[in-house]
């Protein structure tokens, strides 16, 4: 399984750019990169998912270098509301994803 | 949908009772997974199924615990007898696992659990 690296805490102001960073540096080809949003007092949530380039959606981009070892998580314009725990997960098969401690974003006002 | 629905919320229980956690699955969708939250080992996962076959059951932490879908919608995970160290948040999570490449998996809102 591809191990995952990512900073343990950010903190950012309302209306900044938060760019997460995740190191995977033994990914396998088949593996995807997925992103998941945690908030207090629920349950995980799907945010990105990509496989190489960059993948937008209306609540994130994901960036993926060439080389697939690493994978920036970009939040445009952060709100308060964006404060949560951030993870970045990497495999093929759902039940072989697992979940690190993640990044603690916090967004301050 | 209403999404993947876990219930009790919040269970309090005194130690050496049995706890049922149950689960509802979003409609079609074929797998589904137990994890455990704790702060000191953050999320864990306990148990996979698919299409209502136990897959993986390596991360369930003893005989103490079983879980079972007695249908394609429903999971139950049962601790018995329960002890102050299972203490944590459980999810359920459910998606429409495919072979070839991982697909977004949908969780509940999870159950507290208190063993005193």
């Known amino acids: 399984l591809a191990k995952t690296t990512q900073p343990i805490s950010m903190d950012s102001y309302e209306g900044q750019e938060v760019n997460i960073t995740c190191s995977h540096n033994?990914?396998?080809?088949?593996?995807?990169i997925t992103w998941y949003q945690q908030f207090p007092s629920q349950g995980p949530r799907f945010i990105i998912q990509?496989?190489?380039t960059k993948v937008t959606n209306e609540v994130a981009s994901l960036f993926i270098p060439a080389d697939r070892k690493s994978s920036t998580l970009s939040l445009p314009r952060v709100s308060l509301s964006d404060t949560a725990v951030y993870y970045c997960?990497?495999?093929?098969?759902?039940?072989?994803?697992?979940f690190g401690a993640g990044t603690t974003v916090t967004v301050r006002a | 949908d209403a999404g993947v629905i876990q219930s009790p919320r919040h269970e309090v229980t005194e130690m050496g009772q049995e706890v049922t956690l149950r689960c509802k699955l979003i409609?079609?969708?074929?797998?589904l997974f137990w994890y455990r939250q704790t702060m000191m080992r953050g999320l864990e996962l306990l148990i996979y199924?698919?299409?209502?076959?136990?897959?993986?059951d390596s991360g369930m932490p003893e005989d103490r615990f079983s879980a079972k879908m007695p249908n394609a919608s429903f999971s139950t995970l049962k601790i018995q007898p329960s002890e102050p160290r299972d203490s944590a948040v459980y999810f359920c999570?459910?998606?429409?696992?495919?072979?070839?490449?991982?697909?977004?998996?949908?969780f509940g809102q999870g159950t507290r659990l208190t063993v005193v």
């Open positions: 999570a459910s998606s429409e696992a495919g072979a070839s490449r991982s697909s977004e998996a949908f």
């Open positions: 033994n990914i396998a080809t088949n593996d995807y």
């Open positions: 990509g496989y190489k």
């Open positions: 997960l990497v495999g093929t098969n759902d039940y072989k994803l697992s």
């Open positions: 409609s079609g969708h074929n797998s």
């Open positions: 199924f698919n299409n209502n076959v136990p897959i993986d």
